[in-house]
């Protein structure tokens, strides 16, 4: 080994934090600018259909299904194989490939080839390699980090992430409004690049994963997986309740920009600032959970959340031109602020709480529940929207995302102060 490389998660000065942890750095950086790519391709992508493409109320619903869909087809056996394999070379491959596919659409566009089947690819294909990144990316950040040091990298990681929902839809509606929204997906595609070259400059060397018995087939497993999460109090009940709460969250999201763009007439800019500050709230409860979490206790800290998620999403359908925007920019933000919240304390809790040659599986068989629910979320929400209006399908939705907090009340977490450190069994 040379003395530029290194095995396991380096020391860190506690003065500096995690700012002073090189490879973790790279890590966030890569991540930052992948997010704000992305969350430019959650406005620009529906921009393009509506707009120079016409699509109607379905059929932007269904391109949102696409994005998703992959976690149903492929995300069991794909934590299974993550399991077996290296995780920054998997990301950096999912980096590339989604940059191809970004790359495409602008290419159809010049050529006059863009159709709706076209973004349809694109959003399974960059859903497809999606399902291995974020897979790979929870089980790689513990090869970088401590287990002390997780809350603290999740936090950061995640306050990014919700900073580029503020900052990508931003600057989809800003480049849509200047140059069209295609030009915005080719932005998407440079920030995955970016990514690939910063994951590539990590130098920590990641253990060599379990070596796998060649009579153990890849069934058994996924099944190993599933069994750990159905089986485990904890792990069971924020399973269900996030695919419960994905189903009304990502439900309103699918048909949002038509509703915005078509009921209450704005323009591509002011639609992309509305949904930028919806997602200011995300910022704030990223940057508050871990204190939030030390203060109250974990545990009651996923409660809070849930009840910041839930009922102020009844805002969202009171929004009206001028004035009443305010109301959907006040809901999206106690949303996004609950979100954030719930995020930085589960993800901590799941990267410390399940056995390491276990948590690719535990990881994607809890997100197959949590996002496997979104595809069928969006197109209920655009069938709805096309049968009795756009206006209907938000209010349903966003009711339905008010009263999913209830389901954090079944099972030990409403009895404790902090979620435990390790299973019972153990």
């Not at 396991?8 to 995690?18: Q, S, W």
């Not at 600057?171 to 997906?185: C, H, K, P």
């Not at 997986?225 to 009304?248: Q, W």
Request: proline share 7%; with cysteine.
């Amino acid at each position: 080994m040379t003395a530029a490389t290194r095995s396991g998660p380096p020391p860190v000065r506690e003065a500096g934090g995690l700012l002073r942890h090189r490879d973790f750095r790279l890590l966030w950086a890569g991540q930052a600018v992948s997010s704000v790519g992305s969350n430019v391709t959650t406005v620009a992508l529906p921009l393009v259909a509506v707009a120079v493409l016409d699509a109607g109320t379905f059929q932007v619903a269904v391109l949102t299904a696409a994005a998703w869909l992959p976690w149903l087809l492929i995300g069991l056996p794909a934590g299974a194989w993550v399991d077996r394999l290296p995780r920054r070379p998997v990301m950096v491959i999912c980096d590339l490939l989604c940059a191809l596919a970004f790359l495409s659409v602008p290419m159809a566009a010049v050529l006059d080839r863009l159709t709706v089947v076209h973004l349809l690819l694109v959003a399974l294909s960059a859903g497809a390699a999606r399902v291995f990144f974020e897979t790979a990316d929870q089980v790689y950040l513990p090869v970088l980090l401590r287990p002390e040091q997780l809350p603290e990298g999740n936090a950061k990681l995640q306050a990014t992430q919700t900073v580029s929902y503020v900052v990508g839809p931003g600057l989809a509606g800003l480049i849509a409004q200047l140059t069209g929204a295609v030009a915005a997906l080719l932005l998407d595609a440079l920030t995955f690049l970016l990514s690939a070259v910063l994951l590539l400059r990590i130098r920590t060397v990641e253990p060599r994963a379990r070596r796998v018995d060649p009579s153990r087939s890849l069934r058994r497993d996924i099944a190993e997986g599933l069994r750990f999460v159905i089986r485990d109090p904890y792990l069971r009940v924020l399973a269900v309740f996030g695919a419960a709460s994905n189903i009304g969250l990502i439900g309103y999201q699918a048909v949002l920009v038509v509703f915005l763009v078509r009921e209450l007439r704005l323009e591509p800019g002011l639609v992309g600032a509305l949904v930028g500050v919806m997602s200011i709230g995300g910022i704030i409860g990223a940057l508050l959970a871990t204190t939030l979490a030390r203060r109250c206790g974990t545990a009651r800290a996923l409660l809070i959340g849930a009840a910041l998620t839930g009922p102020p999403a009844l805002l969202i359908p009171l929004a009206a031109p001028g004035i009443g925007l305010a109301w959907p920019a006040l809901g999206g933000l106690l949303i996004g602020l609950g979100v954030a919240i719930g995020n930085v304390v589960k993800g901590a809790f799941r990267q410390t709480y399940t056995p390491h040659h276990l948590l690719g599986r535990v990881t994607v068989s809890m997100h197959l529940l949590n996002y496997g629910t979104i595809p069928l979320a969006a197109v209920l929400a655009g069938a709805i929207g096309a049968r009795y209006g756009v206006g209907t399908a938000i209010f349903v939705m966003t009711a339905w995302l008010a009263v999913t907090p209830v389901l954090l009340l079944i099972g030990p977490i409403r009895r404790r102060r902090d979620l435990p450190a390790a299973p019972a069994a153990s």
